[in-house]
Structure formats: C-alpha cells, structure tokens
C-alpha cells in the first residue's frame, strides 16, 4: 500500500509535554486493515505515572481558579481547533482503528459539538441560597470541582470515548490523568492536543498509555485521585468499581450492552430493516449501544428478514480510506477470534446462518457481515455482547415474551423499537428495562442528551446536562451574623 498516508508514533503527554516513557518503553500500534504495525506507543511505568499525578495536583490547583468564561473560551478554542484538523485526526484513526473515513469525520465532528457543549454547561454551575430559620443565618450550598480523575477510555471510539471525560471534567474545573486506548492511541491524542493547543494549562489533562491493569491498580486507590471515569467490559468495570468502593471514589461506569431492538407489526419492516442495517454494522458493530437482539413481530418477520439479511450481504467490506468501503475491519485480532467462537457456538446450538460467518482472507482483520436467525437463547451470542458484525434476528408473537427477552439479561443500555402506535411506545418505555430508549430512529450519543446505563451496564451519565455532574462536589456551608 504504498499510497497509505503516514501514522504518527504516540508519547505520553504529562505536565504540558509531550515526551517518551521514562523507561523508553513502547507497544507496537497496527493497522487493523493490513495487520501490519504502523507506529508505536509510549508505555507508561510507575515513575510515569507518578509525574502525571504531581503535573495533575499542579494542573488541578491553576485550572480550578480559571473563570467558568475562560473555561468556556479554552473548549469553545479545541472545538475550532479539531474542526480544522478533522481530516488529519480522521484519517490517523481509520489507520489505527479501521472504521471508514466518513465515520472517523463525523466522529470527531461530534467531538468538536461536545466541546461546544461542555463549554456552555461550564457557565451553567449553579450552587444555591437556602433560606435561614433565623434572619441571621446565611446558607449556601456551593458546586466545587471534585478534583484530580483517572480516566480510562477504550479503542472503539477513540476520539468520542475521552471527548466525554476531558470535556466534562474541564469544564467543571477538574484535572485528569487519561489512559487512552493502547491499540488507537494517535486520535485520542490529537483529541487531548486541541486542549492543549486551545490553552488549557499545563498538568491540567495528562495522557499516559501502557498496561491498563498497571495503571489503574496504581491511580484508583491512589490518594490524589478522587475520581473515576471508566467506559468498557462489564467485567472490567465491576472489578474497577470494587476497586474504587473499597477507596471510597467517586465513579462513573459506562459499561457494555446488548440491545434489543423490537420491531412491531404495525411498523414499516422494510423501510426498518433497510434504515438498521446501517447501524447494526457501523463500526463494525463495536459500539456499546449497538442493536444486537432482533425481535420482530408475527408478519413483520419475514420481510424484514428478508431485506436485512439482503443488505447486509450487499455490504463491502475493506479498508476505511477506500471509497468502495461501506464496512470496515474489526479494531483487532480478538474481536475475529470472538466472532469465530461465537459463530461456532450458535451454529452448534441450532441457530440458522444465514449470510456471513466468516473469516476474510487472513490479511488484516474483517469478518463478514453476519446474520442469524432463529437463534435460542442459549448460544453465546445472545448473552455476550457481540461486539462485532453479528446480528440476531427471532420472531416473536406475545409481546409479554418479547418484554421478557428484551429483559432478560443483566445489561439496561440501550434499546430500540419501532412502531406508530403511541399506545405501544408507552407499553415499551413501561417495561423494557433500559436507561436509553431509541423509537423509530436511532438517536443516541449527542452532546446535549444524557448517555449512560443502568443495571450491569452501569451508572453516570455522559452528555446532556447530567454530564457535568460527576465532576462537580457539592458543599454546604452556613454562617449566623453576630
Ligand atoms: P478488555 O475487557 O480487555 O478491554 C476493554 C477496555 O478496558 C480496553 O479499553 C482496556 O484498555 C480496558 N481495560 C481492560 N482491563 C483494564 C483494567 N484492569 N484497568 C483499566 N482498564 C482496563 O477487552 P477488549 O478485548 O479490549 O474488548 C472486549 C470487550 O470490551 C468488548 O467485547 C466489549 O464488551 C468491551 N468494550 C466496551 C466498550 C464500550 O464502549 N463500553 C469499548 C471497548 C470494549
């Protein structure tokens, strides 16, 4: 590929500069569309990470005395700045991540609203005067930033996942240790330079990469840290949040999903099928709200069947800067292997397959957009997020059984329905256990709406004006006039 455009190797970012691991230690970065390695990441040690904190206890000191207008002015400035590098950040993350060209645009064009976003809610934190019992007494409650965070941000967005983080915890006044994704560290980079670039003050944000266990056993029950912010498994989340508990830190878990997607009879089952296949497959299915559990009702089936499994076949896998591309590779070698096992799985339990299911040459890392139907309960996929090109797709004629599936496992991120009925949206909203519910369209994950789960897809929202929140410590004080 000898017209490939340049990857730029990654540093650690600590106390306003950008410089190598103390010990000279990288990892290896690779194109998930060649699988040939590209560049390198700094990886961070101990003495790293120990730098990162003090620039962060000096960052936190300079940054919380910045007006909530210059806070505003700083975000307003990286929201310019990643709007004119857009093209270069973009294409740094279709080499390291694989997503197609227009995906990685639009995502750090979302970066660039959120930055926006948060520069306005900066403006908007508000303490209060409760009145006294006496005349003489004076109440306040006051909304102070809470400190130093540790982030932990994954590799499926890498510019969207931090954007959140740094963007919230600045706006509130807050500093930050990040760990970026080791496997798409260059974006997320470029992400935390327009900060930098915009004025944010030295120590303010500090990037560090490395061994994700190393670090966040190290910087979650570490003293200075009073704040966690961590987006990725379940099961790496619970264990954080134990971790955390047992330090009594305050966290926010955005953790993973399987969305169930119920299509009921009186919608339109082409006109979905076709709108869905396009969500099912972006990113190559790597997104935490991807819809994944296809529950279709009695007549609606077969023809939604039908144009799903249609279109997803037609879909051309390849490289994300190639035009001809409509879906790109997995971000890596695990996510093929996790197809290959969980596609095994289903076939051996009885689901029908019915395009897709494999491998694509041994060069990079794609698998076939893939559809299944008629699957039960008990293969693999329909309890493991899929996190890949997969979908399920059952029919259901009770829609008390359809609540039921929808319920039926520990995650409440996101869902999906469609239907005209009002009746049945409210039925939906009713039963169906999840924080966020999408019907008709698929409008998650804007800056000015909350994101986030509940159940064992966590707690703490990102965006909207919840997103402000976990950075913020309330304080009351009161004073009686002598
Ligand atoms: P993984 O569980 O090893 O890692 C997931 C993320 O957590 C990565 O960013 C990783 O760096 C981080 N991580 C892992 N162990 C950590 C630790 N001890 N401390 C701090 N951070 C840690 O798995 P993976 O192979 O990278 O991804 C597989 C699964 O992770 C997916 O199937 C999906 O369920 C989940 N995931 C979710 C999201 C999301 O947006 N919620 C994003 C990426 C991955």
Not at 191 to 198: H, I, K
Not at 275 to 302: H, M, W
Not at 335 to 346: G, I, P, Q, S
Not at 447 to 457: A, L, Q, R, V
Request: hydrophobic fraction near 45%; include cysteine; charged fraction near 20%.
């Amino acid at each position: 590929m000898a017209d490939m455009p340049a990857y730029r190797s990654v540093s650690l970012l600590i106390d306003g500069a950008w410089s190598p691991a103390a010990s000279g230690r990288t990892l290896s970065v690779v194109n998930p569309a060649t699988g040939e390695p590209i560049g390198t990441v700094a990886h961070a040690g101990i003495d790293d990470l120990d730098r990162a904190l003090a620039a962060a206890e000096k960052g936190l000191a300079a940054w919380r005395k910045v007006s909530p207008l210059e806070r505003a002015r700083v975000l307003n400035g990286a929201a310019r700045l990643l709007r004119e590098r857009s093209e270069d950040i973009a294409i740094q993350m279709v080499l390291e991540q694989g997503k197609m060209i227009g995906e990685a645009r639009g995502e750090v064009e979302r970066a660039a609203e959120a930055c926006d976003w948060m520069a306005g809610e900066a403006q908007r934190v508000y303490g209060r005067v409760i009145p006294g019992r006496a005349g003489n007494i004076t109440n306040l409650v006051l909304r102070e930033p809470v400190g130093i965070v540790a982030a932990f941000t994954p590799w499926n967005f890498p510019v969207n996942q931090i954007v959140r983080k740094v963007a919230g915890a600045l706006a509130a006044g807050c500093s930050l240790v990040v760990k970026g994704p080791e496997e798409a560290p260059g974006s997320c980079a470029e992400l935390v330079r327009a900060f930098v670039d915009a004025g944010a003050p030295a120590g303010s944000v500090n990037l560090v990469y490395g061994t994700p266990a190393e670090i966040s056993e190290y910087l979650v029950p570490h003293p200075l840290v009073r704040k966690i912010s961590f987006t990725g498994s379940t099961v790496v989340g619970k264990h954080l949040a134990a971790l955390a508990g047992k330090h009594m830190k305050l966290t926010t878990m955005e953790l993973g999903g399987h969305a169930p997607v119920l299509v009921f009879r009186d919608a339109d089952p082409v006109a979905t099928a076709r709108a869905l296949v396009g969500n099912k497959f972006r990113n190559a299915g790597q997104s935490c709200v991807n819809p994944t559990r296809f529950l279709i009702e009695g007549d609606a089936y077969e023809p939604f069947a039908a144009t799903f499994i249609e279109a997803a076949a037609a879909l051309k896998p390849g490289g994300g800067l190639d035009p001809a591309t409509t879906t790109g590779p997995l971000a890596n070698i695990r996510r093929v292997e996790a197809m290959e096992r969980l596609t095994a799985d289903a076939l051996e339990k009885g689901a029908r397959l019915r395009t897709g299911g494999k491998r694509i040459g041994n060069a990079g890392f794609f698998f076939e957009p893939t559809v299944f139907t008629d699957v039960p309960t008990s293969a693999a996929l329909m309890n493991e997020e899929p996190f890949g090109p997969i979908a399920m797709i059952n029919r259901f004629d009770d829609r008390e059984a359809a609540y039921a599936e929808a319920n039926r496992l520990p995650y409440g991120l996101s869902a999906y329905a469609f239907t005209t009925s009002s009746l049945t949206a409210k039925e939906v909203i009713e039963k169906v256990e999840s924080a966020m519910i999408s019907f008709n369209h698929f409008g998650l994950g804007h800056p000015e709406t909350p994101f986030g789960g509940m159940k064992d897809s966590g707690y703490g929202f990102e965006g909207g004006s919840e997103a402000i929140e976990p950075y913020l410590q309330t304080r009351f004080m009161t004073m009686a006039d002598l």
